[in-house]
Structure formats: structure tokens, C-alpha cells
T-cell receptor, first 114, second 109 residues
Framework: IAGITQAPTSQILAAGRRMTLRCTQD?????MYWYRQDLGLGLRLIHY???????GKGEVPDGYSVSRANTDDFPLTLASAVPSQTSVYFC?????????????FGNGTRLTVT | GQNIDQPTEMTATEGAIVQINCTYQ??????LFWYQQHAGEAPTFLSY??LDGLEEKGRFSSFLSRSKGYSYLLLKELQMKDSASYLC??????????WGAGTKLIIKP
């Protein structure tokens, strides 16, 4: 089934540890995004990529990094996790970046930093 | 600053009609999206409005008034499976999506 796959589904991580959240899409979409979703807040953009080989910072990029070596994969790395990074992380893609094409979301990664 | 306002929670009865409002104040406007998100799941796209007026898609309709900075999502013939959060998001002048916190809709039998 075409779509976006995120891994892991959930993770408990000790503060200070490094963690990479994986995201793969098979829709050949140009643009990909990482969002975090916290209770009572709207989705907040962490990083995005409008096309393979390029990335950009979103609203809350500090403490996170991304890479886009190819069209399909867009991993998100937490270099040294802190408790405030406890959240649900959603990867998304769209046909075009910076446009009006709808977002397709993965099922999310629930991350708890202790 | 940029702001999207939606009610936090609404309750409606199965078979009825419910209207979920969204007001926005953003730097520019390039369209408004509605997404549905069931608890513990990913958001899924419902509608996109860029021109004033009503767009109907089955039991769901979405309305936009750009001059008033206002949109609503209308759900008819409510079913239990419509219990979910409904997210409003505006594409600003830089084509960045600004998200509301979502409206949790509870459907009662």
C-alpha cells in the first residue's frame, strides 16, 4: 500500500541519548516534512525538504537535524535528547513543496524522553 | 503574530449536523485546509479552500470567507466514526502552513 512509513512506532529514550526517527515514502513526492504534535498546540514544523538534496528549518528546529539524500527517505535525528522533546512526531509528504498540495502523514512516532 | 482559532471541543448527536468554525489572522493567505485526525492516528486531508464560498464533498462541506478570515467545516448525518479531531490550517504568504490546535468532536448516540 502506497504511503509513508515511520519507525519506530514508539520509543522511551534516556535524556542525553542520540536517536534517529525514520521516515520513508513510496509516492515519489518531492516535499517531505517533520512535525511534532503536543497536547493543546497545533502541529509545529521542525524541518522540511522541498526536494531531494535540500532541507530547511521550520518553526522549532533547535535540537533536531535532518537529511534528504534521496526522494524516499527523510530521517530526523535528535543529537542529545531532552525531556521537552517528548512528543508525537509525524512525518509527512506532498507532491510539491511550498504549494497547496495536501499533506500525507505517516502514523507517527510517540517519543518519551526521561 | 499569526493565529488560528478553533473551539477546543464540541459534542453532537448521531444523525445530526455540526459546524466547526475556524478563524485566522495570518500574514497573507494562500488557502485553507481541513484535516481529520482520529485518536492515536495520523491526520488525513479533508478539504482545501482558496476562493470564497462553499465546497461540498459528500457529507462534508467547507466554507471560506477571506474578507472575514473565517472558515467552517460542516458535517451532516453524523456517524459515530466521525468522532475525531478536526484541524484547520492556513497557507500564509510564504506558503508556510499555520495550524490550529484542533477541535475534538464527540458524537453521542
Amino acid at each position: 500500500i502506497a504511503g509513508i512509513t515511520q519507525a519506530p512506532t514508539s520509543q522511551i529514550l534516556a535524556a542525553g541519548r542520540r536517536m534517529t526517527l525514520r521516515c520513508t515514502q513510496d509516492m515519489r513526492h518531492n516535499a517531505m516534512y517533520w512535525y511534532r504534535q503536543d497536547l493543546g498546540l497545533g502541529l509545529r514544523l521542525i524541518h522540511y525538504s522541498n526536494t531531494a538534496g535540500t532541507t530547511g528549518k521550520g518553526e522549532v528546529p533547535d535540537g533536531y537535524s535532518v537529511s534528504r539524500a534521496n526522494t524516499d527517505d527523510f530521517p530526523l535525528t535528535l543529537a542529545s535528547a531532552v525531556p521537552s522533546q517528548t512528543s508525537v512526531y509525524f512525518c509527512a509528504s506532498s507532491e510539491r513543496g511550498q504549494g497547496n498540495s495536501p499533506l500525507h502523514f505517516g502514523n507517527g512516532t510517540r517519543l518519551t524522553v526521561t | 503574530g499569526q493565529n488560528i482559532d478553533q473551539p477546543t471541543e464540541m459534542t453532537a448527536t448521531e444523525g445530526a449536523i455540526v459546524q466547526i468554525n475556524c478563524t485566522y489572522q495570518t500574514s497573507g493567505f494562500n488557502g485553507l485546509f481541513w484535516y481529520q485526525q482520529h485518536a492515536g492516528e495520523a491526520p488525513t486531508f479533508l478539504s482545501y479552500n482558496v476562493l470564497d464560498g462553499l465546497e461540498e464533498k459528500g457529507r462534508f462541506s467547507s466554507f471560506l470567507s477571506r474578507s472575514k478570515g473565517y472558515s467552517y467545516l460542516l458535517l451532516k448525518e453524523l456517524q459515530m466514526k466521525d468522532s475525531a479531531s478536526y484541524l484547520c490550517a492556513v497557507l500564509d504568504s510564504n506558503y508556510q502552513l499555520i495550524w490550529g490546535a484542533g477541535t475534538k468532536l464527540i458524537i453521542k448516540p
